[in-house]
């Protein structure tokens, strides 16, 4: 997520510094830029003393961004844990979760193209509604999301899929020294380049190609279970089995997060307005294809239960296929997987806090830089004791919930405000989503963020004490603010 504000609360800048290797981006603004205006082309207007952003991503890079930003975690971590909530008709959430996640692709693709700028939803939410305390909101929102996502690939880290290798440390204190050993190489100050993300993303789909490659065997074998694939959890009917849908749906949801991201990559794409859409919906397309899939294989092979007490639910199906693959070379495959996600997300969520500690909007303490290092030392500590609450409090299931529950909530702000801005022309041609498309993206976010996707409470409480963590510091900064006014000091 990357976004601008400018003091006291607007954001403005059309023009931010994105490092490739965050795919949210960091926040960066320079005071000589003027409020935001509406562009006659899709180039985004660069401050006289800075160069424009190198347009080095074509459109085939940026397809692979968008996969690679796409997988990772979800799909390694939650498959068995949306089993226990749906049963052996595990591929029907993926593939509901794959409808929603193309008709709020479709808005960001529309937005992207309007505004080529690398802010995403905050500063879509920014134009829209013009409030700047639900703008922080979405932005502290987007910045949670990647920390309770760290949390949820420590957590798959640290269970089966590192048991291939050791069993012998706690898998809590594992998930710890994870979080911890991310912010290490965080204070370091690397950063992954595009490229960089597309070997890696290589190596991600690798796993999932055994996955598929299994399946195929399978199938071509008589292999399997087939009568599973149309089983529900308890057999239930009616309302029971609707809020049990809905509720392997939110949480499945969680493979999909990512696409959203890509929009960050605005300023450094070759012709934003036409590259996107393509980029986006294929990226989209070809993820959601394969979840499903391998949804359709995990549950053909290996029984619900099975994979629902597992924290490595895709090592199980390689395990029951019955092709003689290495499970160790699985295993490290999806530990680089989580790893990656984990990386980006905390390296993310620090950045973004550095970004608005420096716009004032958060405490000015929380912009420090290291030196030497010129990493943001007191945002990286700030994000990784988040992060290590978090992995103390919540398993995979709860951590991946959350993430699911704030993007939802993300997302249905920003499908409410592609409409609100079809009022605000540009003068340049773009993608125009169909109208039904946000309006049913709106509805079927909300649906998933409510009561009715039967989550536990804890995910509430969870984004609720995240949430209410952002507020204070909103308030005491705020409050500090205006002291420094009150005395005449420099704001």
């Known amino acids: 997520m990357s976004l601008s504000y400018s003091h006291p609360d607007v954001l403005n800048s059309p023009s931010q510094q994105v490092s ?5 981006g960091t926040l960066t603004h320079d005071p000589r830029e003027g409020p935001v205006t509406t562009s006659p082309t899709p180039e985004p207007t660069a401050p006289a003393a800075q160069p424009a952003l190198k347009r080095a991503i074509g459109p085939r890079l940026l397809i692979l961004f968008v996969i ?8 390694y971590a ?4 949306v089993a226990g ?43 829209a509604f013009k409030v700047p305390f639900l703008t922080f909101v979405i932005a502290f929102m987007v910045m949670c999301s990647g920390l309770s996502s760290a949390g949820a690939a420590a957590r798959a880290f640290s269970g089966d899929y590192l048991a291939e290798f050791t069993d012998a440390v706690p898998p809590t204190l594992i998930a710890v020294l994870f979080i ?12 992954e380049s595009v490229k960089a993300n597309v070997v890696l993303t290589l190596v991600e789909v690798s796993g999932l190609a055994v996955i598929l490659a299994i399946g195929a065997y399978a199938v071509m074998t008589g292999g399997g279970e087939p009568s599973r694939l149309t089983q529900f959890e308890g057999g239930g009917t009616g309302y029971a089995l609707i809020t049990g849908v809905l509720g392997a749906t939110a949480l499945g949801f969680f493979a999909f997060v990512g696409f959203e991201d890509s929009v960050n990559m605005a300023e450094e794409t070759e012709d934003p307005a036409r590259t996107f859409p393509r980029a986006i919906f294929i990226g989209v397309g070809v993820t959601g294809a394969v979840y499903v899939l391998v949804a359709l294989i995990s549950s053909l092979l290996v029984a619900p239960g099975t994979l629902e007490r597992s924290s490595g639910p895709l090592l199980e199906v390689v395990k029951a296929g019955g092709v003689d693959f290495p499970p160790e070379l ?10 990656n996600s984990a990386l980006i997300n905390i390296m ?41 609450g978090l992995v103390c409090t919540g398993e995979i299931e709860g951590l991946g919930d959350t993430t699911s529950f704030l993007l939802l909530c993300v997302f249905a702000v920003v499908n409410i405000a592609v409409l609100v801005l079809r009022k605000d022309p540009v003068g340049h041609r773009h993608f125009r989503a169909p109208t039904a498309l946000p309006v049913l993206g ?15 409470a804890d995910v509430y409480i969870r984004a609720g004490v995240l949430l209410l963590i952002g507020i204070g510091l909103w308030v005491v900064n705020k409050a500090v603010l205006a002291a420094r006014e009150r005395n005449g000091s420099p704001a």
């Open 20 to 24: 490739p290797g965050h795919p949210r």
């Open 68 to 75: 690679g930003d796409i997988l990772g975690t979800g799909i």
């Open 78 to 81: 939650t498959t068995g844990k």
């Open 85 to 127: 909530k749906v049963g052996g008709a595990l591929w029907l959430p993926f593939l509901i979760g794959f409808v929603v996640a193309l008709l709020t692709a479709a808005s960001y693709v529309e937005l992207v193209g309007k505004y080529p700028r690398a802010a995403g939803a905050a500063l879509y939410t920014q134009k």
């Open 180 to 191: 911890l050993a991310l912010a290490a190489v965080n204070l370091r100050g690397v950063a």
């Open 330 to 339: 699985f295993a490290l495959i999806a530990l680089f997987a989580v790893t």
């Open 348 to 388: 993310m969520a620090s950045r973004l806090c550095y970004g608005m500690a420096n716009e004032r909007i958060l405490p000015p303490a929380m912009g420090r830089v290291l030196a030497g290092r010129r990493t943001p030392w007191v945002g990286i500590v700030f994000v990784t004791l988040l992060a290590i």
């Open 442 to 456: 709106a509805v079927a976010s909300l649906v998933l963020a409510s009561p009715l996707a039967d989550r536990d």
